[in-house]
């Protein structure tokens, strides 16, 4: 798909003129479809398919063992397959999602027992694969890295003079899902309109995305191409923007919009396990939106992040 660039970090870290170019191509990239593929992350591969091994681990026990760890949308733990349905959030009614998650967050804990509840509860790991928590807390420290690092390129793309998410991101929200996309062997066949994942946006900052490469894998929907499959590049993440970053820009970057396709009938078996994270900002960060030339729009209201978010992750619980 063409208009998804291809960047790379450690050419933003030379700093310099090579800084400059990067923030370009980030800036002209986000406009186009908010989608980015990343090079130069400095997150080591091996460990992403450690963590994979180890899901697949879990994703392979019975349902009644699993079933001790299920949560509902928005929990930390097994999400069952059914939970969620993601095109909800565009006021589209499909049937639910073909995909089973585990699903983890910050456990940076406020001291308000309402507010710790919502968005940092404790995360829960299974003890039928132990790797689990150390791989996968090695990896989630990798990803804040990667997105603090990704936020502060943003605002140097948008020409600011300081990194406003240094204050907004200090102590922040984010969701890490292990998506695990089973074969029809094990899901049944797809219904009319269902999909691994429906069309959607995501709700917070930045998502970052280690997937495998797939027939029915991720599409990503560009209002001059329509829906197309999402380039693939082995040594590169996929970044996109979402909700939250875009009202941010002033609308200026778009909010990535995708999907994952169904098992395809002449690949019924393919199995997939999709690592992602979603980064958002303080609970309680207000954000204001930036108002031209940066800005596309004048005059958008404060929001709340926490507040933001949350009505869209209720959106999408089915049920």
Request: with cysteine.
């Amino acid at each position: 798909m063409g208009a998804i660039a291809t960047v790379d970090l450690s050419r933003w870290h030379e700093g310099g003129p090579a800084a400059d170019e990067v923030a370009a191509e980030i800036d002209a990239g986000l406009q186009r479809v908010g989608f980015i593929l990343v090079r130069g992350h400095g997150v080591d591969p091996s460990l992403a398919q450690a963590v994979r091994v180890a899901a697949r681990k879990f994703f392979c026990l019975a349902d009644d063992v699993k079933s001790a760890y299920s949560v509902p949308v928005g929990g930390r733990g097994w999400l069952r397959p059914g939970a969620e349905a993601n095109a909800y959030v565009e006021g589209t009614e499909t049937p639910p999602d073909l995909k089973e998650s585990f699903s983890l967050g910050p456990e940076t804990a406020t001291g308000n027992a309402d507010v710790d509840r919502v968005w940092f509860a404790p995360n829960v790991w299974p003890s039928e694969v132990p790797s689990l928590q150390a791989l996968v807390t090695e990896y989630a420290e990798q990803m804040r890295r990667l997105a603090d690092d990704l936020l502060a390129l943003f605002a140097h793309a948008l020409g600011l003079s300081t990194n406003p998410f240094e204050t907004m991101a200090s102590r922040p929200t984010w969701t890490m899902n292990i998506n695990h996309y089973p074969p029809v062997s094990v899901i049944g066949e797809p219904e009319p309109g269902q999909f691994r994942i429906g069309p959607h946006t995501d709700f917070g900052t930045v998502t970052i995305l280690d997937r495998e490469p797939g027939i029915a894998g991720l599409q990503v929907y560009s209002p001059s191409s329509g829906w197309q499959d999402a380039p693939y590049d082995p040594e590169a993440l996929t970044v996109n923007v979402g909700d939250l970053l875009e009202y941010w820009s002033g609308r200026r970057w778009t909010s990535g919009r995708h999907r994952v396709l169904p098992p395809q009938p002449h690949a019924p078996e393919e199995d997939l396990v999709s690592l992602i994270y979603f980064y958002e900002a303080n609970h309680d960060a207000v954000v204001t939106p930036l108002e031209p030339p940066i800005g596309k729009l004048r005059g958008l209201p404060p929001v709340t992040s926490s507040e933001f978010i949350k009505c869209r992750i209720d959106a999408i619980r089915v049920g």
